[in-house]
C-alpha cells in the first residue's frame, strides 16, 4: 500500500488543503493528513480543534486519515512507513521555503521524497493566515473553507470579541 504523508498546521484547513489532499487521494492509496503541533504559529484553533475540522473535511474521503503528530516529519513519515511527503504550492513564492524544507528532510533521511502538488488556480491565493484576517475583520470565509470551519471561526471569533461586539458578515 501507497501511504504518504500531507502534514500541515491547518490552522484551520482551507478548501485549497482540501483541493490537494484529494488530489493526492487519487495518487496514493493511503493519505494521512497529519495536523502538526507547531505552537510557535501561535495557533487560533487547539490542536484538537485542528484535528475535528479535518476529520469532517475529508470524511467522504475513503482512503484518507487524519491524525496529529509532533517532531521530526522525517521520523514521522519513517514510522507510518509512507513512501513520501505531500506539499502544496500556490504560488511560485512558497517554492523557496517547501524546498528547503525538502532538502532537509532528504538530509534528515535520503529515503523520504517529497511530492509538491499544485492546487486549482481558483485556490492559489487562499491561506489559512488570509482567512483568519479576513474572518476578523468580519468578512464572508464561506468560499474558502468547508462550513463547519465557517461556524468554528465564527463561535471562535465570537467568543473573542464578546467584549467588542457581534461578529455578523462571518
Given at each position: 500500500?501507497?501511504?504518504?504523508?500531507?502534514?500541515?498546521?491547518?490552522?484551520?484547513?482551507?478548501?485549497g488543503h482540501l483541493d490537494v489532499v484529494q488530489r493526492a487521494a487519487k495518487m496514493f492509496d493511503r493519505v494521512i493528513l497529519a495536523v502538526a503541533r507547531n505552537e510557535g504559529k501561535h495557533p487560533l484553533f487547539?490542536?484538537?480543534?485542528?484535528?475535528?475540522?479535518?476529520?469532517?473535511?475529508?470524511?467522504?474521503?475513503?482512503?484518507?486519515?487524519?491524525?496529529?503528530?509532533?517532531?521530526?516529519?522525517?521520523?514521522?513519515?519513517?514510522?507510518?512507513?509512507?513512501?513520501?511527503?505531500?506539499?502544496?504550492?500556490?504560488?511560485?513564492?512558497?517554492?523557496e521555503f517547501e524546498f528547503q524544507l525538502a532538502l532537509m528532510n532528504r538530509k534528515l533521511n535520503e529515503n523520504v521524497e517529497t511530492v509538491f502538488l499544485m492546487p486549482k488556480d481558483s485556490y492559489?491565493?487562499?491561506?489559512?493566515?488570509?482567512?483568519?484576517e479576513v474572518a476578523r475583520l468580519k468578512g464572508d470565509v464561506s468560499p474558502f473553507v468547508p462550513t463547519e470551519v465557517v461556524e468554528a471561526l465564527r463561535a471562535k471569533l465570537k467568543t473573542a470579541k464578546d467584549s467588542t461586539g457581534p461578529t455578523e458578515g462571518l
Open positions: 500500500m501507497r501511504t504518504v504523508v500531507y502534514p500541515g498546521s491547518f490552522d484551520p484547513i482551507t478548501n487547539s490542536l484538537d480543534e485542528r484535528k475535528r475540522m479535518a476529520l469532517s473535511a475529508v470524511s467522504n474521503l475513503g482512503n484518507v486519515v487524519v491524525e496529529t503528530f509532533e517532531g521530526l516529519l522525517v521520523d514521522y513519515v519513517v514510522h507510518h512507513k509512507a513512501c513520501a511527503v505531500v506539499r502544496g504550492l500556490r504560488a511560485v513564492s512558497d517554492f492559489s491565493f487562499l491561506s489559512s493566515r488570509l482567512v483568519k
